[in-house]
């Protein structure tokens, strides 16, 4: 019921930062919350952020204090601001709309970290 348009993802060197951003098509308050997973190759997607329709936030534990999730309700965009990259943090980014019933994907943004 909603499109979602991930941008931002690029190769850096460790220790830099990116900001990935996601552009819904629609209200993103609307959902019970929005997040950013990642995907490595050949590793399951796994949860990296989320933020609740309250402004509440989640992080998975590999990546507490380098990432912040954030969201710009007016603009119907949620961010995720990535400090102090490391080499495992390859991945494609995938931006995630949640209600109590289904879930909407973006088509992801390829983030690459090394030397």
């Known amino acids: 019921q909603v499109q979602l348009v991930e941008s931002g993802g690029d190769l850096v060197q460790p220790g830099g930062s990116l900001r990935l951003s996601c552009v819904a098509s629609g209200k993103i308050s609307i959902f019970f919350a929005m997040g950013w997973y990642r995907q490595a190759p050949g590793k399951q997607r796994e949860l990296v952020a989320t933020?609740?329709?309250?402004?509440?936030?989640n992080y998975a534990d590999s990546v507490k204090g380098r990432f912040t999730i954030s969201r710009d309700i007016a603009k119907n965009t949620v961010y995720l601001q990535m400090n102090s990259l490391k080499p495992e943090d390859t991945a494609v980014y995938y931006c995630?709309?949640?209600?109590?019933?289904?879930?909407?994907w973006g088509q992801g943004t390829q983030v690459t970290v090394s030397s």
């Open positions: 933020i609740t329709n309250y402004g509440i936030t």
């Open positions: 995630n709309a949640k209600s109590v019933t289904y879930d909407s």
